[in-house]
Nanobody
Framework: QVQLVESGGGLVQAGGSLRLACAASGRTFNNYIMGWFRQTPGKEREFVAFIDRKSSTYYADSVKGRFTISRDGAKNTVYLQMNSLKPADTAVYYC????????????????WGQGTQVTVSS
């Protein structure tokens, strides 16, 4: 089992920045692909980014160039640095862990955090 706890959400003005963190506990952190998803009411959970075991990164087109995912094995933590935020980025952001070799879809992930709210005002 892996337990995931997100932090760092909040309210920010458009053009601002936030950094989300997801602390993992339980089984070996470096064995997992770590991903970020987001969800707004009435919509499906949307892929944002993932980082694999070798720290290769993959992004949704909507956040490419603005968001950066990273991981710190010593701290068992994955981060999502979000810059140039837009109102359209407003959502609950979820951290997730996958045992697969490639994990872009929601159903590729085995463990989920509880989510953290990000609100971007115009």
């Amino acid at each position: 089992q892996v337990q995931l706890v997100e932090s760092g959400g909040g309210l920010v003005q458009a053009g601002g920045s936030l950094r989300l963190a997801c602390a993992a506990s339980g089984r070996t952190f470096n064995n997992y692909i770590m991903g970020w998803f987001r969800q707004t009411p009435g919509k499906e959970r949307e892929f944002v980014a993932f980082i694999d075991r070798k720290s290769s990164t993959y992004y949704a087109d909507s956040v490419k160039g603005r968001f950066t995912i990273s991981r710190d094995g010593a701290k068992n933590t994955v981060y999502l640095q979000m810059n140039s935020l837009k109102p359209a980025d407003t959502a609950v952001y979820y951290c997730a862990a996958s045992e697969k070799l490639f994990a872009r879809g929601e159903y590729d992930y085995d463990y989920w955090g509880q989510g953290t709210q990000v609100t971007v005002s115009s």
